[in-house]
Structure formats: C-alpha cells, structure tokens
C-alpha cells in the first residue's frame, strides 16, 4: 500500500463479528486527498482500500496472485502504481491478503467479497464493484463472476489461471512427465503428490541437469521442444518480436530459457496446491501423448527437430504413451472442481486480458476458458484482450487502466460495443499518459491438455460415468494462434 502522509488518525478496523458489522475509527485524510481503510476480517484474513476524496461511487476490488508466503500483506506493491493511477481517476481501490499464503482458493473468493462487505460498511456502498486479478488472483476475479449475489457487477481478469486448477496441474504434469521419461529413463522420479519442498527440491534438481545437458545435442533439443509444447511452452522469450514461423532453432531456444525459468517454479509451487487440496488432483492415466501433440500448435517445429536430429517421434510418443500410469485422486479432484475450476456460468460482463507469451499461464488457456463461457451459453458477456509482449503479468499502467475503464464503460451503457476491440483499448490506454501500450488482434491456439476426469465423488448432476465433461483429451476446438 502506498505510504501518504497523514493528517489525522490511522484507520484500524477489526472485524470481529461480520464485515459489515465493523465500525471505523476516524480515517486518515492524506495530502493527497486519499483516504487509507483496513482491517482483518473474521477468517483471519487482512484488508486494505484506499478511497479518494472525489470517489466515483466505483470500486476496483483487487485478488492478487499465487504468494508463497510467509510474508501475506492485504496490499500487493505490484499494483501499487496502477492503484495510484485509478484513484487519481476517482476509483477507489480496496483488496485482501486472503486468509493464506500460497494456492489460497479454499478461501479467496469469500475473502475478497469479505472484504467488499467491510469496505461498503466503512465507506458506503459503491454504486458499482469491479473485481480485477493477476495470475491466480485473475481465478478469483472469474470465480466471482460466477457467484450469485456477490454484490460485483463486473469482472477483469488478467494474465489468469483460466484454464482452472486440474488444467493447470495436468498440463505441467505433461511436461515433466515427458522431460523425466526421455531424458532420465529408468529414474525413479517423483512427479506428482508433493508434499514438502524437500520433495520437490528432488525433482527439480533432477530435471534442471537434465535440461542444461539435453540443450548440448540435436537429440536433446528434439526432446526439449516436445516435452516444451506438451507444457504449452512460447516460442517468444524476449525481444520485440517473435521468432519466425519457420525458425525452429531460435523458437526451441526460448523454449529451453522459458524451461529454466519454469521447473523451479511450478515443481515448488505444487506442495502448496497439494497442501490445499490434500491430494494432486494431477494424472496422465490413459492419456495418449501422440493426440496431445497432434493437436499442438508446435507439432511442425517438433516434428522438423526430430528429421534433423533423426530420432523417431512415434517411438516417443509411444514411450509417453506407454509410461503414463499416474492415476487420479478422486478426493483432491473434487476440491480443484469445486474451488479453482471455472465453469463459464457468468452472471455479469468478464473481459480477460493475456500476453501473447506467457509461460505461468499459457496464452492457450483463453481458448479453453472461451470455449467453458461458450459452452455453458454465456458468450455474449466474455470478451477477450491481448498484448503483443513476453512475459507473466507484463502489463503497463495503462492497459490495466484502459481495461477497468472499459469495463466501467460495459456496465454503465449495458452493452460491449467496441469496447473490448483491440484499436479502441490502445487509443484508450495511450490517452493516459501512463505508458505504452500495445493491444492486438489476436486468436490463441488450443489448449491441449484438458480430459475428461472421473465422476466426483457426491456429484449427481453434471457428470456421467466416466467423467465431467470439461474436456476430451485433444481440448474443445481448434484455435487459430494468430
């Protein structure tokens, strides 16, 4: 949170009973005509707002992404610059640290209406809430939109895990899956169901010599760039543009730099999701590799790799075929279903805003969550905006301004318009004064890695015997990646 200068006394709200049962003590009025309010809320969880003297009557409600803790403030300093800049416009900014550290979904979309209850109690009722969230907190913004009497009216989501929780553990686990079975066969390596660092830390090490070694021969770079497109993994890492379409050389080493960035990461972070879900709602049981690749956008820069390097495709893809025995843990599927898997049934206007590559949360991902809105006969209300850069989250002031204000704009004439249309967000964004913005037309490729799972335990409705129904194994559709 921005630290004003104050000219009387510090808010302290504790929230004992429920949010909107809270009184405020006297707020502090800044010199920069901004209000600070906060507080803890009855699950343990801390909020903060920051509300300015000309207020608009609308709030930002802000979910923030994946922490690992221990640190958890209610006020994340990525956004602090943004915040700055929506408040000098007459927004008020509010957000929470949710009640935990790390895959914090049991709670966090309670939190952040939580915290709405408790900002509304302190400063009024906005005329008008948008919830807006990076990573993991652009989740919580599209589960919001989903919640019936949330009290928000509309939601944008950036740079989010749209794909939901069980995408994201399976298309990971496709990679590692295909890293460890050809580039360390007849390792005994832990892939799924860790529950310490200590574990992980096995497995990343493991992975990362294998990588760095594999980068030294035509035949490891072959593999790389499969295990890399079975995880969604850009052929863009840094530059103003892309490598060439035909460039197969220059786009598996990005692919190999996005690796090294990666495993360390998503290998860690998986304890804390396997911690939240008692269990690793992951599995790869019955999944045929070759359908996964065929469907892959990257399979003409794998395929090429593979001539060059005179290896057999087939003889590996068989191979991950064959390997893939990791079965599902009903329980652990049930909470990823339950707390971090979007199923498109919006109850107000959603725009989502990616980076083209964007390996935390593959640009893929938008195809699968277009295709879960469309499917449960909510299209009309999504709309979908891209940024021609690298990157997770890389988003300038000024395109996350320009969205909040078109989304202001959606709720106030009730209609999309050319709103969300890429040549309207960048005249918006560059009008600021906060930045460059870069806004393009753009269709991502199919996210492969979705399949149908077991029948939920308890669940009666909305599933058959053999599963759910939120994906097939080769994704809902065809996407154009251009």
């Not at 416009?89 to 952040?112: E, H, I, K, M, N």
């Not at 794998?302 to 079965?327: C, E, F, M």
């Not at 969300?420 to 037309?441: K, V, Y």
């Not at 149908?452 to 065809?478: C, L, N, R, V």
């Amino acid at each position: 949170m921005r630290r004003l200068t104050s000219l009387g006394v510090a808010v302290s709200l504790a929230l004992a009973a429920a949010p909107a049962m809270a009184t405020a003590v006297e707020p502090a009025v800044t010199e920069a005509a901004v209000t600070e309010l906060g507080g803890t809320l009855p699950g343990g969880a801390t909020w903060a707002a920051e509300l300015p003297q000309d207020w608009n009557g609308t709030l930002v409600l802000y979910s923030h992404g994946f922490r690992p803790g221990p640190d958890n403030p209610a006020w994340d300093p990525g956004f602090d610059s943004t915040a700055q800049a929506l408040t000098d416009r007459g927004f008020a900014v509010a957000s929470s640290s949710y009640a935990a550290p790390g895959w914090a979904l049991g709670t966090a979309v309670a939190d952040q209406l939580g915290t709405l209850a408790a900002f509304s109690s302190a400063a009024g009722e906005p005329a008008r809430t948008i919830a807006f969230g990076t990573s993991m907190g652009g989740l919580v913004s599209s589960l919001i939109a989903e919640t019936p009497d949330s009290g928000v009216d509309g939601a944008v989501s950036t740079c989010g895990l749209l794909g939901g929780g069980i995408n994201l553990n399976n298309y990971q686990l496709d990679g590692i899956h295909a890293l460890a079975e050809l580039l360390l066969p007849g390792t005994a390596l832990q892939l799924t169901g860790f529950r310490t660092a200590e574990e992980a830390g096995v497995t990343i090490n493991a992975l990362m010599g294998a990588v760095q070694q594999a980068q030294a021969t035509p035949e490891g770079r072959a593999r790389l760039a499969l295990a890399a497109a079975l995880m969604n993994t850009p052929t863009w890492f840094n530059g103003d543009t892309a490598p060439g379409r035909k460039d197969y050389a220059a786009q598996q080493e990005a692919q190999y730099n996005w690796l090294l960035q990666t495993i360390p990461f998503v290998v860690g972070s998986r304890v804390s999701i396997v911690q939240a879900a008692d269990g690793d709602s992951g599995w790869n049981q019955g999944v045929d590799y070759g359908s996964l690749l065929w469907d892959s956008e990257q399979r003409r820069q794998v395929k090429a790799l593979y001539r060059s390097a005179g290896l057999d495709l087939q003889g590996d893809l068989g191979t991950l075929t064959a390997a893939a025995d990791i079965p599902p843990d009903p329980q652990a599927l049930e909470w990823m279903d339950r707390t971090s898997t979007p199923h498109g049934e919006l109850l107000m206007p959603v725009l989502t805003m990616h980076t083209l590559a964007d390996i935390l949360a593959p640009v893929e991902y938008m195809e699968e969550y277009e295709e879960t809105v469309a499917d449960a006969g909510a299209g009309r209300l999504l709309r979908q905006a891209y940024i021609e850069r690298t990157g997770h989250c890389t988003f300038t002031d000024a395109e996350r301004v320009a969205a909040v204000l078109a989304m202001d704009e959606r709720l106030e004439t009730g209609r999309w318009a050319n709103l969300a249309e890429p040549r309207q967000l960048d005249r918006s964004a560059e009008s600021l004064g906060l930045g460059e913005a870069d806004f393009i037309r753009y269709r991502p490729a199919e996210f492969v890695n979705d399949r149908e799972y077991p029948q939920i335990p308890g669940d009666d409705d909305g599933g058959d015997e053999d599963g759910q129904g939120h994906g097939h194994g080769k994704g809902h559709g065809h996407g154009k990646g251009s």
